[in-house]
C-alpha cells in the first residue's frame, strides 16, 4: 500500500511487518513489552494484566474496556499536591546549571495533568523562591511530546525531563473512549477527506535556534496538525486496502473520526484507534523512553502514568 503522505519509513515499515504476521493483538503485546518490559518503570505489572485478560477466549475489545475503567477520562487533579519532585528540581537548579524542566506526556498518557502539575509547579517556585530564579517547568506535548529523534529532543539550555509513560492498552481503550465521545472537537471534526487532503503535504518539524517549533518548516501548519491528519488519513487508507481492511468497515470521506468510531463495532473502533495512535503516540512514548533510559541525561527520568494515579504524593 502506498501512502500518500510522510510517513518515517522506520517507524511504519516495522508495524505493518508486525501487523501481517502476528495480527494487530499479538502486535500490541509486542508493543507493549517493548515498551513497557525493556524499561526500568514500574509498568509491568499493569501490563501483565492487560495481556492476561485480552489472551483469554472472550477477550477483545470489550475485555479492554473492562480494564480501562473510567480511563476515557482520568484524571490526576491531586498530583499538584506532591511536591517531591518540584523541591528536588528546585534544589537541583540551585546546584547545577540545569534550567528548564520538562513534564512530557503524549496523548493520552496525561497531557492535561502534566500541563496542570506544570503551572502549578511554576507557582510553588515562585513561592518557595526568595530569590528570582531562572526556571522553566513545562509540559510541552505538541514538540517534546511527538519526538522520535534525539533532535527533536534536543534544547539548548541544561534541562531534565520526566517522560510520562501509560500502559499502551490504556493508551488505545482510553482513546477509543475519548475520541468516540468526539472531546476534542476542533481536530475530531475534521472529515477524512480532509485529512487526506493535509496529509499531501510536506510537513516535517521546523527548529529555531536548535529547538524543535510547534510549527512544520516553511510553514504556518502546526507539526501536531499534520501528525494527526496522517493519523485519519491512514485509517482512512487501511480501512480500503491493505492488512487491517478485512476488520475495518471501509471509512466513508465525508465522516469524521468520531463519527467512524461511532458507527462501528469496538473491535474495529480499537484497530482504528491503534493506527491513529501508532505514529502519535506509542512511537513517540518508545523512543522517548528509551532515549532516556540510555542515560543521555543524568537528571531524567519515566514515571508510570498508573503509579501517579496510586500513589501521587509518592512522585
Not at 499493569?46 to 485480552?54: K, L, W, Y
Not at 510541552?140 to 517522560?163: D, E, V, Y
Not at 465525508?254 to 463495532?265: G, H
Request: with cysteine.
Amino acid at each position: 500500500l502506498k501512502y500518500p503522505f510522510s510517513v518515517n519509513p522506520i517507524v511504519i515499515k516495522p508495524y505493518r511487518y508486525l501487523m501481517s504476521f502476528v495480527g494487530w493483538r499479538l502486535a500490541a503485546v509486542a508493543i507493549g513489552s517493548l515498551l513497557l518490559f525493556g524499561s526500568r518503570v514500574s509498568c509491568d505489572i499493569c501490563f501483565q494484566e492487560g495481556r492476561s485478560a485480552t489472551a483469554s477466549k472472550d477477550a477483545r475489545a470489550h475485555s479492554l474496556l473492562e480494564i480501562s475503567g473510567d480511563a476515557a477520562e482520568d484524571s490526576l487533579a491531586d498530583m499538584s499536591d506532591g511536591l517531591t519532585l518540584l523541591q528536588l528540581g528546585v534544589k537541583h537548579s540551585n546546584n547545577s546549571a540545569a534550567q528548564e524542566y520538562h513534564l512530557v506526556a503524549h496523548h493520552k498518557t496525561g497531557t492535561w495533568e502534566a500541563d496542570s502539575a506544570a503551572g502549578s509547579m511554576m507557582a510553588e517556585i515562585q513561592t518557595l523562591s526568595r530569590q528570582s530564579l531562572d526556571v522553566l517547568v513545562d509540559a510541552p506535548w505538541w514538540t517534546l511530546g511527538l519526538a522520535i529523534n534525539p533532535a527533536m529532543l534536543h534544547r539548548t539550555k541544561p534541562s531534565c525531563i520526566a517522560h510520562f509513560n501509560r500502559n499502551p492498552f490504556e493508551v488505545l481503550v482510553s482513546g477509543y473512549l475519548y475520541h468516540r465521545a468526539g472531546s476534542e472537537p476542533g481536530w475530531l471534526s475534521w472529515s477524512f477527506s480532509s485529512a487526506l487532503n493535509k496529509s499531501l503535504k510536506i510537513c516535517p518539524p521546523d527548529f529555531k535556534n536548535g529547538q524543535m517549533t510547534v510549527f512544520c518548516k516553511e510553514s504556518q501548519m502546526a507539526y501536531w496538525d499534520k501528525l494527526y491528519s496522517d493519523g485519519i488519513a491512514q485509517v482512512y487508507m487501511e480501512s480500503r486496502e491493505g492488512v487491517f481492511a478485512d476488520l475495518l468497515p471501509d471509512a466513508k470521506p465525508e465522516e469524521n473520526f468520531t463519527e467512524y468510531l461511532n458507527r462501528v463495532d469496538p473491535d474495529a473502533g480499537l484497530v482504528a484507534q491503534f493506527i491513529w495512535a501508532y505514529n502519535t503516540t506509542l512511537a513517540p512514548m518508545q523512543f522517548t523512553n528509551s532515549y532516556i533510559q540510555s542515560g543521555f541525561q543524568s537528571c531524567s527520568l519515566s514515571v508510570c502514568y498508573e503509579d501517579l494515579m496510586d500513589n501521587c504524593n509518592a512522585t
